[in-house]
């Protein structure tokens, strides 16, 4: 089954803690990206990657890192969660450019107290 | 910049009513439009797409038309059930989209609630 995980699904955890995002895609897509939603801001773009070592900022990458060594993982990571990173985190890759179409994760719901 | 804006949420409707959530963009050029929908608990699902003007989108019995003119693509149902009840999305991907990372520019979504 084609699909996009992202682990874990839901975090709790305190400021300053580094913690690590997994996401996997089994559909051999080039393109991942990840957004974070936030009530009245629908879905905005954090970082994506176009392929294996290509990374770019999307519109609000501050307090997030990211890496892409291998085609299907794109984990993302926050070095020293602050409050305001409480949100709720998808992961989406997408294959042949002209499709348009995005394949999300289920979402991760992290909580930085 | 690019920018979406959807009708305010939430909206509540009781089973086989019509249904429309309204969507206007501002992009440059020409953009590609999507609804997306986030079922309880899960991401997002691509419900429908166009590409250019005057193009209409349709599944699962919802449509939306690409109107350039009016720069809106209006989601529509003639008929819901309670399974429909999701948060709707509205998005964009600009023409330039594929040298700015393949955004996507959301709407803040719209929860839809369906009663028996």
């Known amino acids: 089954e084609a699909q996009v995980t992202q682990n874990p699904r839901y975090l709790i955890t305190v400021t300053g803690k580094k913690l690590t995002v997994t996401c996997s895609q089994n559909?051999?897509?080039?393109?991942m990206s990840w957004y974070r939603q936030d009530p009245g801001l629908g879905l905005r773009q954090i970082y994506y990657s176009m392929n294996v070592e290509v990374t770019d900022k999307g519109d609000v990458p501050e307090g997030y890192k990211v890496s892409r060594k291998e085609k299907r993982n794109f984990p993302l990571i926050l070095e020293s969660p602050s409050p305001n990173q409480t949100s709720l985190y998808f992961c989406?890759?997408?294959?042949?450019?002209?499709?348009?179409?995005?394949?999300f994760g289920p979402g991760t719901r992290l909580t930085v107290l | 910049g690019d920018s979406v804006t959807q009708m305010e949420g939430p909206v509540t409707l009781s089973e086989e009513a019509f249904l429309t959530i309204n969507c206007t963009y501002t992009a440059t050029g020409y953009p590609s439009l999507f609804w997306y929908v986030q079922y309880p608990g899960e991401g997002l699902q691509l419900l429908l797409k166009?590409?250019?003007?005057?193009d209409k989108g349709s599944n699962k019995g919802f449509e939306a038309t690409y109107r350039k003119e009016t720069t809106s693509f209006h989601l529509e149902k003639g008929s819901v059930q309670v399974s429909d009840s999701a948060v709707y999305f509205c998005a964009l991907k600009g023409p330039l989209a594929e040298t700015s990372g393949s955004r996507l520019t959301f709407g803040e979504g719209t929860q839809l609630t369906v009663n028996p």
């Open positions: 166009a590409t250019k003007a005057d």
């Open positions: 559909m051999n897509h080039e393109y």
């Open positions: 989406a890759s997408r294959g042949d450019p002209l499709t348009d179409t995005q394949y």
